[in-house]
Nanobody, 126 residues
Framework: LVQLVETGGGSVQAGGSLRLSCAAS????????MGWFRQAPGKEREAVAR????????GYADSVKGRFTISQDMSKNTVYLQLNSLQPDDSAMYYC???????????????????WGQGTQVTVSS
């Protein structure tokens, strides 16, 4: 069993930055691949970024490349998502996810995740 707790959301103006954190606990083997997703009202859930926790390989959605950075601190069992140059279209509920099935080659583009956090809201005003 894996538990994920997201923090760090908030309200910012366009061009601003936020750092989201996802504190993970539970079976390490079930967290080999971790990712950040987002969902805005009336829109489908979108995969934003993923990281292979064993190798550190990352993958990003085209819409956030160059602006968002996913990273991890293994000593703290925490995955981060740095959000820079935020735009109103980035407003959404952001969710952390984990899965043990995706190896490092598959993780950067994985879309199916078993464990999910409760989400943290990001609101960007123009």
């Amino acid at each position: 069993l894996v538990q994920l707790v997201e923090t760090g959301g908030g309200s910012v103006q366009a061009g601003g930055s936020l750092r989201l954190s996802c504190a993970a606990s539970g079976d390490t083997s079930s967290r080999k691949c971790m990712g950040w997703f987002r969902q805005a009202p009336g829109k489908e859930r979108e995969a934003v970024a993923r990281i292979s926790t064993t190798v550190g390989v990352t993958g990003y959605a085209d819409s956030v490349k160059g602006r968002f950075t996913i990273s991890q601190d293994m000593s703290k069992n925490t995955v981060y998502l740095q959000l820079n140059s935020l735009q109103p279209d980035d407003s959404a509920m952001y969710y952390c996810a984990a899965d043990g099935r995706h190896g490092w080659t598959r993780c950067p583009t994985a879309t199916e995740f078993t464990y999910w956090g409760q989400g943290t809201q990001v609101t960007v005003s123009s």
